[in-house]
């Protein structure tokens, strides 16, 4: 009888101590996701705050001025949006549609028989 209440208490020893190790292993997983995402949202938070404290700042605005009155950047790209308006012009003319012995490829890749011929 001591014998098998011996073995009966052991094993529910054995079995505390497993269910003790496999808590133990889960709360180290589940503190150390927490903690890495809480270092990250608190990263997130401080970064967003220095961008919003500098972009307020003065040194961003002389930045911004430097940028579009000495580099020119207010020039360059009145430049390009005339070189996108002539490139929209050119397109516009050269609007092609296919005709037969030539290839054509379609918005999908696909390549499509037929001729080029200027459509007016």
Do not use: C
């Not at 889960?26 to 270092?39: D, H, Y």
């Not at 009155?69 to 308006?85: F, M, R, T, V």
């Amino acid at each position: 009888m001591v014998s098998a209440l011996s073995s009966f208490y052991q094993t529910i020893i054995t079995m505390m101590g497993l269910l003790l190790g496999i808590i133990g292993i889960l709360a180290v997983i589940t503190l150390r996701f927490l903690s890495k995402t809480a270092a990250e949202d608190i990263a997130h938070e401080a970064a967003d705050k220095a961008m919003a404290r500098y972009m307020e700042s003065r040194q961003f605005g002389d930045n911004v001025k430097y940028a579009i009155e000495e580099i020119g950047l207010a020039y360059q790209l009145e430049n390009l949006e005339e070189d996108i308006d002539s490139i929209k012009a050119i397109l516009k003319k050269s609007r092609r549609r296919p005709a037969a012995g030539r290839y054509d490829e379609d918005a999908d890749g696909d390549v499509v028989p037929g001729d080029w011929s200027e459509e007016d």
